[in-house]
């Protein structure tokens, strides 16, 4: 059970009724982070904007697999289990793939460099050794794509947080950050 009540979406303030037929238009389903996130209409608001401009970053897969490695630094079993899916069913990672992203690695090499620059980022907040800057440039990631994946990092540190703060309910098949990857 969630530690932060997670309103039904008819009982979600007013003004975020039209962001979250926006995300069941979407996805089809409403997901109890979006639910959760609606009762701040700005941080719904927020999360969706950047959501939205961040989906364009890189691609589907390398944005997942950077997903679920910030998920398993940050220990969110809820974002684990909905990157997991989504890793899974919308960016087709096998589930091999997914398990590496979780430790931080790929089978695809450029990405793997992408997901330790990610790790490196969210472990130490950023302060970064240049031996970690040059690695993921001398994987071929422009300047403009290194702060993709900041922003990617922050992305997903503002969901773990939320989610781990107030326990959000899993809506997706679960899977715990502390379960071997």
Do not use: W
Request: aromatic share 4%; charged share 20%.
């Amino acid at each position: 059970m969630s530690r932060i009540a997670i309103p039904a979406i008819e009982d979600a303030p007013a003004v975020t009724q039209p962001l979250l037929a926006g995300v069941k238009a979407q996805l089809g389903v409403v997901p109890n982070l979006y639910r959760l996130l609606a009762l701040s209409p700005a941080a719904l608001q927020g999360t969706l904007g950047l959501g939205g401009a961040l989906g364009k970053a890189l691609d589907v897969r390398t944005r997942e697999r950077i997903a679920l490695a910030v998920a398993q630094v940050n220990g969110c079993d809820y974002c684990l289990s909905a990157h997991t899916y989504l890793g899974l069913n919308l960016a087709r990672l096998d589930p091999a793939d997914v398990a590496l992203a979780r430790n931080g690695g790929s089978s695809d090499p450029k990405a793997a460099a992408a997901v330790r620059f990610a790790v490196k980022v969210a472990e130490s907040r950023g302060k970064v050794g240049g031996e970690d800057l040059a690695a993921v440039r001398l994987a071929g990631f422009t300047d403009a794509q290194v702060v993709e994946i900041v922003a990617l990092v922050a992305e997903n540190f503002l969901t773990n947080l939320l989610n781990n703060v107030a326990g959000t309910a899993i809506d997706f098949p679960v899977v715990r950050a502390a379960e071997a990857a």
